[in-house]
């Protein structure tokens, strides 16, 4: 990825894709995403994007949401 801003993104997939999640993994790697884990039993991916490319993954078919992965901490 360039010099843009790279988000970190929690991808879940809808659950009438769950059973072909990976299909739904490689439209992600095509729209830009650079998928780290994929956890098939819960429907969610995960990963990073460049800033201009978050848009495009919401339109990716058997995708439900894309949020921003944000660190938490223990208090």
Do not use: C, F
Request: proline residues 1%; hydrophobic residues 45%; glycine residues 6%.
């Amino acid at each position: 990825m360039s010099d843009e801003q790279v988000q970190r993104l929690i991808v879940a997939v809808d659950d009438q894709n769950i059973s072909v999640i990976q299909s739904v993994v490689t439209a992600l790697e095509s729209a830009g995403m650079k998928v780290e884990q994929v956890l098939a039993v819960t429907g969610l991916i995960t990963g990073e994007v460049s800033q201009s490319k978050l848009e495009g993954l919401k339109r990716v078919p058997g995708v439900a949401s894309v949020e921003i992965d944000r660190e938490m901490q223990a208090i």
